[in-house]
């Protein structure tokens, strides 16, 4: 039997588990929300804002963008075997909220105390991509010693 959304004749593809796909799918949303906030940043801010708050706001979208590809990764790694890298993405998405919401929300309001809780959301984006690492070590760890 063929799946109807991949044309005809196409084979079944094994269906993606809940988690990877619902975190591809938060990827792919942060991802438009960066595109979105980058070209806001370009058309809209660049008249409005001062040199520094435009580039905070800029700082923001750019890392939510690496967010995003980063949370697509995890969601690929888990696609692949690592389920850790579910758990990795969602802490990403995490950091992204607190890092780039706190800059987002600086550079519009001018509230300098904004700004102390950003690290916090640096230091879960980089939590992310760590357990990222160990997720891939881990498995390769696994791997080595069933050969």
């Not at 929300?33 to 001062?50: D, P």
């Not at 949370?71 to 780039?100: E, H, I, K, T, Y």
């Not at 690492?133 to 760890?141: E, P, T, Y």
Request: a positive charge.
């Amino acid at each position: 039997m063929t799946d109807p959304t991949r044309g005809a004749g196409a084979p079944d593809a094994t269906p993606w588990p809940d988690g990877p796909r619902r975190l591809l799918a938060a990827a792919a949303i942060t991802a438009i929300v960066a595109i979105a906030c980058g070209a806001f940043a370009a058309h809209v801010l660049r008249e409005r804002l001062a040199a520094r708050d435009l580039e905070i706001f800029e700082t923001a979208a750019r890392y939510q963008m690496y967010g995003a590809l980063g949370m697509a990764a995890c969601a690929l790694a888990a696609r692949l075997g690592l389920r850790r890298a579910v758990g990795a993405g969602w802490v990403m998405l995490a950091g992204v909220a607190v890092f780039s919401g706190s800059l987002y929300a600086l550079a519009l309001s001018g509230v300098k105390v904004l700004g102390a809780i950003t690290p916090i959301g640096g230091v879960l984006m980089m939590a992310g991509w760590l357990l990222l690492a160990i997720a891939a070590l881990a498995r390769q760890s696994h791997a080595k010693d069933t050969v």
